[in-house]
């Protein structure tokens, strides 16, 4: 395979024809953007149930785009977001992105560099190799929060979402014990029902008999349009190859990619964030990179 850059694809002159048309079919119009973001900046002001720190057109449009840019689905998943922020301020506040490299050297979560052949990126959860003792479930929180946002910024992850392969191979007991019904629902939330980006399917792999336990503490914050999202394939690679072509897998599940750490989206963190404005929509969020910065 040829060498994979990690590279946000921030601008709209990245979004390919066929995305676009995509786009177009889940309901936005480039002749009425203007007029439904206004639309829903107004609603937003005269609901009042809650105030985004930002209201420009690019801040908004993805959490239109999130929900087919119906306003009023758009603006509770905004109250959500705005919701969760508030009752998880400790992901967000002074929180510095580039203390989380413990995360990428134990391998724990990353997202892929590339996307399947529909567009998605891919975060992959590998649970059976994080060690509670030395890794925090905040931790976990707050690197998942950082990659979430990041892959809010762009346009294409905001027309098509992203999905999710949890990894459960050498899940233990030591690692349920820690899953509580709290962290559940924070793990939902933030996949399903409280971030600007879709997650279009779930897809459990390598499952164990503890997983049935786990599950059980999940379950219930599965909504039903999620749960038909939801796919367990066990040690089955073939039945995940029949969502994502293993062309765009890596090599533990039967693709062709090697495994990149979680390490390297912090290396393009510094690197291109001095080209964009990808840190300063990060540090309006409460996330901290000046070394300098308390």
Same mark, same amino acid.
């Given at each position: 395979m040829p060498a994979v850059e990690h590279k946000l694809n921030v601008s709209e002159?990245?979004? /390919?024809?066929?995305? @676009?048309?995509? +786009?177009? *079919? *889940?309901?936005?119009?480039t002749k009425t953007k203007k007029q439904t973001i206004e639309q829903f900046r107004s609603y937003i002001l005269e609901r009042n149930e809650c105030q985004p720190h930002r209201n420009d057109d690019k801040y908004l449009e993805k959490f239109l785009r999130a929900r087919y840019w119906k306003i009023e689905n758009s603006y509770r998943l905004l109250c959500s977001y705005y919701k969760f922020r508030e009752?998880?301020? %400790?992901?967000?506040?002074?929180?510095?992105?580039? &203390?989380? !490299?413990?995360?990428? &050297? #134990?391998?724990? $979560?990353?997202?892929?560099?590339?996307?399947? *052949?529909?567009?998605?990126?891919i975060i992959i959860y @590998?649970? %059976?190799? =994080? @060690?509670?003792? @030395?890794?925090?479930?905040? &931790?976990i929180f707050r690197a998942t929060i950082v990659l979430q946002e990041l892959g809010s910024l762009e346009p294409i992850s905001q027309i098509m979402g992203g999905v999710a392969i949890f990894d459960l191979k050498d899940l233990g007991l030591e690692h349920i014990l820690h899953l509580s019904p709290s962290v559940a629902q924070k793990m939902i939330a933030l996949l399903v029902t409280s971030m600007p980006i879709r997650t279009s +399917? $779930?897809?459990?792999?390598?499952?164990? =008999?503890?997983?049935? +336990? %786990?599950?059980?503490?999940?379950?219930?914050? $599965?909504?039903? +349009?999620? !749960?038909?999202?939801l796919y367990i394939h066990g040690?089955?690679? #073939? #039945?995940?190859?029949?969502?994502?072509?293993?062309?765009?897998? /890596?090599? !533990?599940?039967? %693709? $062709?990619h090697d495994d990149y750490s979680y390490t390297l989206w912090l290396d393009m963190l510094k690197e291109q964030s001095t080209e964009s404005n990808v840190q300063k929509d990060m540090e309006q969020l409460g996330f901290i990179f000046d070394s300098n910065a308390i």
């Open positions: 002159e990245e979004v /390919p024809e066929h995305i @676009r048309l995509i +786009a177009s *079919q *889940q309901g936005e119009c009752h998880n301020k %400790g992901y967000y506040e002074k929180v510095r992105p580039l &203390d989380l !490299r413990h995360l990428g &050297d #134990s391998d724990i $979560l990353t997202v892929t560099p590339y996307r399947d *052949q529909h567009g998605h990126r @590998r649970f %059976g190799l =994080w @060690r509670p003792n @030395r890794v925090t479930v905040d &931790d +399917a $779930l897809h459990i792999v390598n499952q164990n =008999w503890v997983f049935n +336990a %786990g599950f059980k503490i999940f379950k219930p914050f $599965l909504n039903s +349009a999620m !749960r038909e999202r040690s089955d690679m #073939s #039945s995940l190859h029949k969502h994502i072509d293993p062309e765009h897998l /890596p090599k !533990r599940y039967g %693709g $062709l």
